[in-house]
C-alpha cells in the first residue's frame, strides 16, 4: 500500500509521515511513492499487453529526475513539450528513439535539437512544419542525411467534459490542425524527402472521466490514418495522447487504463502501433503535498486552516478550482468544523480546499494533500518569494531525498550583478 493511516499516522510505505515531517524540517514537501508509481505503469502495461503499443510519459505532468529514471527503467518513453525537458530526458537516460516532442509552439533552437537527437517530433502547425523541415536541411548540410520522423497533431474537434483550461483538442483550441487543413500539410511533406510522415497524433485534454471521447477520437483518427495511407503515406502510428483523469474525489469510479484501452478496442487498425502518453495517470496519485499547520483563524463565523503550504506550492485549486483530499498525518481530536485550508500568499484565490469538515488541528500539525504527484511540484513558482518546496521518495523502508528545496539564494541572486546591454 502506498499512502494509508495506520493507527491514525499517515505511511507512505513502510514510513510513518509525522516522523518524516520532524526528521526533515524542511516544510512544506512533495513525497512520492515508488510502488505507487510501479503499479501505475504495470496498471497501463497490463491493459497494453498484446498490442504493439507504447507507454510515452508525459514529462510536462512531474519532471522530477529520479522519477524519470524509475519511469525510463519501467519501460516508458518520454513525450516533451520544451528542449529543456528534452535535455532533462538524455540527463535521465532516455534514448531518443523512445521520446516525441510535442507542442504548439516550438522555438527554431528547440527543433533542431530534437532533429540533432532523431527524436520524432509533431507538426502543429504550417510554421511548425517549415521549422522542422528547415532544421531537417540544416541537419543533413552538416552531413547527418536521416530523414526526420514526424506525426501529424490532428485537432479532432471533441469536448471533453473537463475544466476549459485543460481540453486541448476542440475546435477553437490553440493546438493541432484542423482535419480540412490536412491536404497543404500533406501536398507539402511530399515534396520534403527529409521528413518522413509516420502518424498522426490527438489529445483531447486531461483529467478525463468519460472513455467515450477516446472512442470517438480512435474512430476519426483510423478513418484519417486510411484516407492519407491512400496518399501513399506509410503510417505506423496512431497517437492518442494522455488524459485520464484520477479519482481526485475519492468516487471510486474513475475509469482505469484497462477500461480506456476497453473503449479502443476494436477501433483500432491492427497494423498501427498505439502510442499513449499518460502523465497524470501515472504519477498523480503516487504524490501527496506535506504541509504544517501555521494556525487556525477565525472571521466571523467562517473558520480558516492556515498553512505553510501554498498556491505557490500547488496552483490546482486557485488555477482550475481542482479539489483535493486533504487530512491530518498525526491524530487530531480538536472540535471539529467547517473549515477553508489556506495558505500564506497575498492572494484571495490562495487555498487548498474549502469547506471541509475537520477536527481543529493545534500549530505545526502535519497537514497532507493527496493526489498532487502530477502538476503539483511542476507548475510551483516562488511567488511572494515561497520557495519551491523540496522532493522526497520513499521506497519500501527507505526514504530519499529527490530535490532539494529552493533556497532564497537561488531567487535572489539570480537577479544581480545587474550588466548594461546598450549602449555598449
Ligand atoms: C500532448 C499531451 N500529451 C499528454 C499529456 C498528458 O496528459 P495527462 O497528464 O492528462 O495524462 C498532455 C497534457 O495535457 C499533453 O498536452
Known amino acids: 500500500m502506498s499512502f494509508h493511516i495506520r493507527d491514525r499516522y499517515l505511511y507512505c510505505e513502510g514510513i510513518n509521515v509525522k516522523d518524516l515531517q520532524n526528521a526533515v524540517q524542511n516544510s512544506p514537501f512533495y513525497l512520492y511513492s515508488a510502488a505507487q508509481l510501479r503499479a501505475n505503469v504495470a496498471a497501463y502495461a497490463e491493459a497494453l499487453a498484446g498490442l ?34 528534452l535535455r ?49 536541411h540544416a541537419a543533413a548540410a552538416r552531413g547527418a542525411a536521416r530523414p526526420v520522423d514526424v506525426l501529424l497533431r490532428v485537432n479532432p474537434d471533441i469536448r471533453p467534459d473537463v475544466h476549459p483550461y485543460v481540453a486541448t483538442g476542440m ?18 511533406l511530399k515534396g520534403e524527402p527529409l521528413l518522413r510522415l509516420v502518424g498522426l497524433h490527438c489529445h483531447l485534454g486531461s483529467t478525463i472521466k468519460d472513455v467515450q ?34 479519482d481526485y474525489e475519492r468516487t471510486g469510479e474513475m475509469p482505469t487504463p484497462q477500461a480506456l484501452l476497453d473503449a479502443l478496442r476494436g477501433q483500432l487498425p491492427d497494423d498501427l502501433t498505439l502510442i499513449v502518453e499518460p502523465g497524470r495517470s501515472i504519477v498523480g496519485n503516487a504524490g501527496v503535498l506535506i504541509c504544517c499547520v501555521t494556525g487556525v483563524k477565525r472571521n466571523g463565523d467562517k473558520h480558516f486552516i492556515v498553512t505553510d503550504g501554498s498556491m505557490a506550492a500547488l496552483i490546482r485549486p ?94 535572489a541572486l539570480a537577479q544581480s550583478p545587474l550588466s548594461v546591454i546598450m549602449p555598449q
Open 52 to 85: 504493439p503499443a507504447r507507454i510515452s510519459y508525459a514529462v510536462k505532468a512531474n519532471g522530477n529526475l529520479t522519477l524519470l529514471r524509475i519511469l525510463r527503467n519501467l519501460g516508458c518513453g518520454a513525450t516533451l513539450v520544451s528542449g529543456n525537458e
Open 88 to 136: 532533462l530526458a538524455l540527463l535521465a537516460g532516455f534514448d531518443p528513439a523512445d521520446m516525441m516532442f510535442n507542442g504548439n509552439g516550438k522555438r527554431r533552437d528547440e527543433v533542431a535539437l530534437a532533429v540533432q537527437h532523431g527524436v520524432t517530433v509533431n507538426i502543429d502547425s504550417e510554421f511548425d512544419l517549415e521549422h522542422i523541415a528547415a532544421a531537417s
Open 171 to 188: 475546435r477553437d483550441s490553440k493546438f493541432g490542425i484542423r482535419a480540412e487543413q490536412l491536404p497543404w500539410f500533406l501536398d507539402r
Open 213 to 246: 471521447v477516446f472512442h470517438d477520437a480512435t474512430i476519426l483518427m483510423g478513418d484519417l490514418t486510411s484516407s492519407i495511407r491512400q496518399q501513399g503515406f506509410e503510417l505506423r502510428y496512431l497517437n492518442l495522447g494522455g488524459g485520464l483523469g484520477i
Open 318 to 411: 486557485a488555477l482550475y478550482s481542482a479539489y483535493h483530499q486533504i487530512g491530518f498525518v498525526e491524530p487530531v481530536n480538536g472540535e471539529p468544523r467547517v473549515f477553508d485550508i489556506v495558505g500564506p500568499v497575498c492572494e484571495s484565490a490562495d487555498f487548498l480546499g474549502k469547506a471541509r469538515m475537520l477536527p481543529t488541528p493545534h500549530e505545526d500539525t502535519g497537514l497532507v494533500v493527496y493526489d498532487a504527484g502530477a502538476y503539483g511540484y511542476a507548475m510551483s513558482s516562488s511567488y511572494n518569494l515561497q520557495l519551491r518546496p523540496a522532493e522526497y521518495l520513499v521506497d519500501g523502508d527507505r526514504v530519499m531525498q529527490i530535490r532539494r528545496a529552493e533556497t532564497f539564494e537561488d531567487v
